[in-house]
């Protein structure tokens, strides 16, 4: 069956502290956050940008955790503050939530990949399997 996968890699800059952690991670820091995503589907779609079905989804649907924080993404947050109850702000948690709040714009039968890096050489992957 054939299948297309949309890839795309962005940053954002935020602080969080990790609540409870015995160390430094429990102090508040920051970091530049690279997020690494694929959507894949076996069918194009339009998007809420273009009418025609001829894409996985949109790339701007993808890198919504890019804007800044006052225009609903997660660039220069206190993340702490802005993810919910039940995430907490280490690297697995902030890829699940990237990946549950993409999910709710991606169009049917779109599969979704994220993966989070806080430095340069240590990153966390999130999906849901098949």
């Known amino acids: 069956?054939?299948?297309?996968?949309?890839?795309?890699?962005?940053t954002f800059?935020?602080?969080?502290?990790?609540?409870?952690?015995?160390?430094?991670?429990?102090?508040?820091?920051?970091?530049?956050?690279?997020?690494?995503m694929e959507a894949a589907a076996a069918k194009l779609h339009s998007s809420e940008y273009c009418p025609h079905e001829v894409m996985v989804t949109d790339?701007?649907?993808?890198?919504w955790a890019k804007r800044d924080v006052e225009k609903g993404g997660l660039d220069?947050?206190?993340?702490n503050e802005v993810l919910p109850e039940g995430y907490e702000t280490t690297a697995e948690m902030i890829a699940k939530y990237i990946y549950?709040?993409?999910?709710?714009?991606l169009p049917v039968g779109v599969t979704l990949k994220v993966a989070v890096s806080?430095?340069?050489?240590?990153?966390v992957e999130y999906d849901e399997g098949a």
């Open 13 to 36: 800059d935020a602080a969080h502290f990790i609540k409870d952690y015995d160390g430094p991670c429990g102090r508040m820091h920051g970091h530049t956050y690279r997020v690494r």
């Open 59 to 63: 790339f701007r649907t993808l890198r």
């Open 118 to 123: 806080e430095t340069p050489d240590s990153w």
């Open 100 to 105: 549950d709040k993409t999910c709710k714009s």
């Open 76 to 79: 220069h947050c206190l993340l």
């Open 1 to 10: 069956m054939a299948k297309w996968t949309l890839k795309t890699e962005f």
